[in-house]
């Protein structure tokens, strides 16, 4: 199972929008409604911040928003805080579980 | 507090064994799928393996399938990975995380596993 592609960094101002994009195939992303994205700051331990492609778990804020389109899943970041910048990676179901290789995001 | 605290990470030859033991505490363990999740040195998250709240049904990476065991014991609150024939390729941070609707929702804070001669 081939990992998901996700654009090596992104980056964007305070306050901005960013979105990151996770594109798998028919076989993964476009098959299931059940993409995962996840936050990773350094040396710290993952979080969850969207599953089902665009439910938030309790906690985490609404200036994160995901969405899907054919083989692409995409997360939202608005008004960017400096504390946003950290990896980012997409996950999706694809019969086993396949991770996408990670976005570093810049707030400048 | 829900938490899951791993360990049994170290130094292994290429070849040898260990085995990971992750502690979950503050939510009701046998409730829930459970996996492991792992990050090489400057790389991203891999999935490795996940477990059905009984044990009934387990589930691996193609690369570990046949080296690695996943299970539980749902008395002690604990999750284990049985890390056999290691090869330098496992060299990671291994995460346990509770599985729920297919994500990854609560994370420990990971052990290191190093295979290298």
Redesign the interface.
Known sequence: ?S?LTQPASVSGSPGQSITISCTGTSSDVGS?N?V?W?Q?HPGK????MI??VSKR?SGVSNRFSGSKSGNTASLTISGLQAEDEADY?C?S?AG???????TKLTVL | EVQLVESGGGLVQPGGSLRLSCAASGFTFSSYWMSWVRQAPGKGLEWVANIKQDGSEKYYVDSVKGRFTISRDNAKNSLYLQMNSLRAEDTAVYYCARFIREAFDIWGQGTMVTVSS
């Open positions: 199972q990992a299931y059940l995962s996840y990773q331990a993952p979080k969850l599953y089902e778990p990676y996950c179901y086993s579980r396949v991770f996408g290789g990670g």
